[in-house]
Each structure stands twice: as structure tokens, then as C-alpha cells.
């Protein structure tokens, strides 16, 4: 497993904005978020296929939430606006080795990615 170093959980108040960094050890073609709630499932937020920049949202963060990514860095951005006590949980990073495209119903599945980072907390106060 190669390490995804995450930064920029935090606390903050509904409606705020947080910004979240994941640093790989190299360029991965794909590079998403995950989120956990308290008692809920791992679910995907948003990737990005960095080769072209082609990006992913689910429905729930889509106009609120923006993935980016510098290769320079080998660094993958979330940026969350408008955040609701909904998007509390513990953030992860991912990295997929693989370079083959990923339908779009792929692009937020678990088991499309290889390496995980440790999480963030984030938490949003009404």
C-alpha cells in the first residue's frame, strides 16, 4: 500500500467552507474522497481522472463540493462550500493505480481503489 498523507479537517459552522489536501507519494490516475458518517456506510464524493481532469461528484456535494488536482504535487484538493451538518464524518483520501477508464458509475465505488489515507475529521456545526 502506497501512503496518502491528508490535511485540512476541521470544525466549522453550517454554511462555511473547508479546503481538503491529499498528498500522494506519486501521480495516480485516479484520485478520489470518500466520507463516513457516524453508523453509516463509506460513501464516494467526488474523483477525478487527473490525466485529463475529468471529474466525479455525487449528488449530494454536486455544486457545493470541487475536486481538484496538481500534478506537480501529486496532490488531490477538495474544496467544500456551503457545508451542512450532513457532511460531517471522517474524510478519506483515495488513490487508484490503474489507468483504464472508469464509467461514471464507477468513478465513486469503493473497490475501484487501491490506497487509502487515514482520514480527516470533519465536522459541521448547526
Known amino acids: 500500500q502506497e501512503e496518502l498523507v491528508e490535511s485540512g479537517g476541521g470544525s466549522v459552522q453550517a454554511g462555511g467552507s473547508l479546503r481538503l489536501s491529499c498528498t500522494a507519494s506519486r501521480n495516480r490516475w485516479y484520485m478520489a474522497w470518500f466520507r463516513q458518517a457516524p453508523g453509516k456506510e463509506r460513501e464516494g464524493v467526488a474523483a477525478?481522472?487527473?490525466?485529463?481532469?475529468?471529474?466525479y461528484y455525487a449528488d449530494s456535494v454536486q455544486g457545493r463540493f470541487t475536486i481538484s488536482y496538481d500534478r506537480d504535487k501529486s496532490t488531490s484538493y477538495l474544496q467544500m462550500s456551503s457545508l451542512s451538518t450532513e457532511d460531517t464524518g471522517i474524510y478519506y483520501c483515495?488513490?487508484?493505480?490503474?489507468?483504464?477508464?472508469?464509467?461514471?458509475?464507477?468513478?465513486?465505488?469503493?473497490?475501484?481503489?487501491?490506497?487509502w489515507g487515514q482520514g480527516t475529521q470533519v465536522t459541521v456545526s448547526s
Open positions: 483515495a488513490a487508484r493505480t490503474s489507468a483504464d477508464f472508469l464509467p461514471t458509475e464507477f468513478a465513486l465505488a469503493r473497490s475501484q481503489y487501491d490506497d
Open positions: 477525478i481522472y487527473t490525466s485529463i481532469r475529468t471529474t
